[in-house]
């Protein structure tokens, strides 16, 4: 079942802006993973924060995690067109190893 | 590496019919297979969790009569949507772990969608 919630649903910007989203969840999580998907196709996965670190980098992505308040961001920085796409949060709860997905969020980026 | 195929991409059938869609990992092995619903504009909702060898575990809600699933090798899974109707049109995803890392990082296939006609 899914677990988390994010905000914004949908989020629209201009190219080199930068796009942050939020991902809150309710169980405890060994990880918590982030994805990209563009319309019809499959999952990419973008990256993995593991339970006990607080940020991460990749690129132009950051993530940082609070598992007191059970939430994540992920930040884009620098947005280009190419990065329009759905986004979701995935955590992967420690008592059975599941991934459970959040609602995501529709990012166009506006050229 | 690390790459999971589905077959077909797409598929469209009639109402009644079954379907069955196969999901491998092409290079590396998967104790663990996940089969995983999207409806448009939705997010992924796990269905089952199909382990080789073993029977296959259904989330709550999720028939295990309708949604077969046979996980025969370390590299192969099969999802059977039998006697489909058009509310099971969807996207079909598999996703796949590897042996050593317990569910850590999962795999996913590209998808299969479904319309039922």
């Known amino acids: 079942s899914q677990q988390g919630e994010e905000d914004p649903q949908a989020l629209s910007i201009q190219e080199g802006e930068n796009a942050t989203m939020n991902c809150s969840y309710k169980?405890?999580?060994?990880?918590l993973q982030w994805y990209r998907q563009n319309s019809g196709r499959g999952l990419v996965h973008l990256i993995l924060i593991r339970s006990n670190e607080r940020e991460k980098h990749s690129g132009r992505l950051r993530v940082t995690l609070d598992t007191s308040k059970k939430s994540s961001s992920l930040l884009i920085t620098a947005s280009r067109a190419a990065d329009t796409a759905s986004y979701f949060c995935a955590t992967l709860r420690s008592n059975d190893y599941k991934l459970s997905f959040g609602a995501g969020t529709t990012v166009t980026v506006r050229a | 590496g690390a790459v999971v195929s589905q077959h077909p991409s797409w598929v469209i059938c009639k109402s009644g019919t079954s379907v069955k869609i196969e999901c491998r990992s092409l290079?590396?092995?998967?104790?663990?297979m996940f089969w995983y619903r999207q409806f448009p504009k939705q997010s992924l909702m796990l269905m089952a969790t199909s382990n080789e060898g073993s029977k296959a575990t259904y989330e709550q809600g999720v028939e295990k009569d309708k949604f077969l699933i046979n996980h025969a090798s370390l590299t192969l899974s099969t999802l059977t949507v039998t006697s489909a109707h058009p509310e099971d049109s969807s996207f079909y995803i598999c996703?796949?772990?590897?042996?050593?890392?317990?569910?850590?990082?999962?795999?996913f296939g590209p998808g299969t969608r479904l319309l039922v006609l």
């Open positions: 169980t405890s999580i060994n990880n």
């Open positions: 996703s796949a772990s590897y042996v050593r890392r317990r569910g850590e990082t999962q795999y």
């Open positions: 290079d590396f092995q998967a104790t663990t």
